[in-house]
């Protein structure tokens, strides 16, 4: 039976990939530091995903999951986000610092430890997916930098993994409703100039990544590697 891994796979992007992959005979694992909301998960997808507590930016958590887990066919470092709207701006060097390590633990730690980890699980016709962002094209700060990273790294892991019939890609959404990403911050206005700025006019769903992240996890993309795919409704243009 296939096994899928999808981190942070409680909530948004995350679980609609989980729903996305989870069809008959596939194990999909998620995990998240929320049991609970890990639980709500699992039990909402109907008992096909299996939840883990698991902080992917804890290098012995991680090793500890590793040594669990068995074979892995994909998996998806959705684990992240911009980790600025849980703290104060910082003042001084000392707090730009952790500031600065915050996001990058986050959004680009998290995926290199959890991939490190799992590598020696996967085998040909594996698949590894990480959620990166439109903010590493627009600029976003240290959220933004550390998506840009997150892209970089994928080339090389690309390389490294390729003659073992691996697979390394990276989805890159533009604005996506429905999340915890943006916390409570973001107002009717505040929404509706983010829309204005999207060539399909309307902000992009957590399925409409799933979709992607599934395609490139099927037997349909084993040519496709070490890219990046923008899923923005044409929010960042490219040629
Ligand atoms: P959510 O906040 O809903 O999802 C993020 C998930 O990651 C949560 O389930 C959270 O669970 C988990 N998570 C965060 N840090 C860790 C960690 N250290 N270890 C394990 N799990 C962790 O937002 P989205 O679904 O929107 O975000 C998913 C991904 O998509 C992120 O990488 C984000 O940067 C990216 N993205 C989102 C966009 C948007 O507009 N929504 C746009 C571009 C990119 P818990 O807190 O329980 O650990």
């Known amino acids: ?4 891994v999808v981190t942070g796979g ?10 996305q992959l989870a069809h008959d005979g596939t194990d999909v694992v998620v995990t998240g530091r929320r049991r609970d909301v890990l639980d709500d998960t699992a039990a909402a997808l109907g008992g096909a995903v299996r939840a883990v507590e698991l902080d992917a930016t ?3 958590a991680v090793r500890t999951f590793a040594a669990q887990i068995g074979r892995v066919d ?3 470092n959705n684990a992240g986000g911009n980790t600025d709207f849980d703290h104060p701006a910082p003042v001084g060097l000392d707090e730009v610092a952790r500031a600065w390590r915050r996001n990058l633990d986050s959004n680009l730690i998290s995926a290199v430890l959890m991939t490190e980890a799992l ?4 085998t040909t016709g594996a698949a590894i997916i990480s959620i990166g962002s439109i903010a590493a094209d627009k600029g976003a700060g240290s959220y933004g930098a550390a998506k840009a990273g997150l892209a970089s790294w994928n080339i090389d892991l690309a390389r490294r993994v390729g003659d073992a019939g691996i697979t390394a890609n990276i989805v890159s959404p533009g604005y996506i409703g429905e999340t915890e ?3 409570d911050a973001l107002d009717d ?4 100039s983010m829309v204005e700025a999207i060539i399909t006019k309307r902000a992009g769903t957590p399925t409409d990544i799933a979709q992607t992240v599934a395609f490139l996890a099927s037997p349909h993309a084993r040519q496709i ?3 990046t795919f923008a899923v923005n409704g044409g929010e960042h243009p490219s040629r």
């Open 74 to 76: 994909v998996l998806v």
């Open 10 to 19: 409680g909530t948004g992007i995350g679980k609609a990939i989980a729903q």
């Open 58 to 60: 804890d290098p012995s």
């Open 181 to 183: 990403f943006f916390r």
């Open 119 to 122: 590598l020696p699980a996967m």
């Open 1 to 4: 039976m296939p096994t899928i």
């Open 225 to 227: 590697t070490a890219q």
């Open 189 to 192: 206005t505040s929404v509706e």
